[in-house]
């Protein structure tokens, strides 16, 4: 398979997340590398670091709509399934055999920079891809912990910061305004997040209740 594109070396971004559920902040997110790379390969993982409230299937199948919100072409911004291991490290030996000629970026947030240098095989993932470090609004980067990947492997820190939302957030409260309209109507068919709604709604009705 020919990896190139227009004579230069393509770039992939690999931006493997938990979309718990996908929110506009990873929308923000494949658009910003949507400019940076030349592709960008996108799948939902269960991250074994966190429990999942939502199954990984519904979280593929949300992640596809929020793909298809961005209206990008399937060679620029593609959903990849097939790629989703609770190991990085075979994801990225998956993508490797997709695009063996490409150049493979690894695209992080910062609440993982502390627990990176304990992945299943770090050392390999390191010598594997490139790393790009997102900021985010709700996580300060520990300098502690970025001196300790930085004793380890080379990476570089994005010049992005998403809006301040997050799937934890949404997970917390239920506000809809941190998702797009196909994923909340998604959410609703599905009957997805229900315990949370539920105590959302109850929190809500209390609170309208007293003087």
């Not at 929308?27 to 799948?43: C, E, G, N, S, Y």
């Not at 790629?83 to 493979?104: E, G, Y």
């Amino acid at each position: 398979m020919d990896a190139r594109h227009n004579g230069t070396m393509t770039k992939i971004a690999l931006f493997g997340t938990s979309a718990d559920p996908p929110t506009i902040g990873h929308q923000a997110i494949i658009d910003w590398l949507a400019d940076a790379f030349t592709k960008v390969v996108v799948w939902a993982a269960n991250n074994p670091f966190k429990t999942h409230a939502a199954a990984l299937e519904d979280r593929q199948q949300m992640l596809a709509l929020l793909i298809d919100d961005l209206r990008y072409s399937d060679r620029q911004v593609g959903l990849y399934p097939e790629l989703s291991d609770s190991k990085t490290l075979i994801s990225v030996r998956r993508a490797k055999q997709l695009w063996p000629q490409a150049s493979l970026t690894l695209v992080l947030g910062a609440d993982v920079i502390s627990t990176l240098p304990h992945w299943y095989c770090a050392e390999a993932l390191f010598e594997q891809v490139e790393l790009l470090v997102l900021k985010r609004p709700e996580v300060s980067l520990s300098a502690s912990a970025v001196a300790i990947l930085q004793e380890q492997t080379q990476f570089e820190i994005a010049d992005f910061e998403g809006p301040p939302v997050s799937s934890s957030h949404y997970r917390q409260t239920g506000d809809g305004g941190e998702l797009t309209p196909a994923i909340a109507t998604y959410i609703r068919q599905h009957h997805l997040y229900v315990w949370k709604q539920a105590t959302s709604t109850s929190r809500a009705a209390i609170a309208s209740s007293q003087p």
